[in-house]
């Protein structure tokens, strides 16, 4: 999976974006901006994950996930 950052540099912060997502975050520098976006998005998508195991949609088998 590709996924799109996008980083602008605000008025005090960077703000950075991953548009797919829908995941947003800043940070005081550039580089703390990319690794709280990588952060965000990385427990967005565990988020995800847990909520479609949860609900049923899918389940994990020798450590990967597959959809039912």
Known sequence: MQLTSDIKKGDKYFVARCPELGVTTQGRTLEEAKENLK???ELHLEAMVDYMIKH???HIERGKIVQN
Do not use: L, T
């Open 56 to 58: 049923g949609s899918v």
């Open 39 to 41: 952060e965000a998005v």
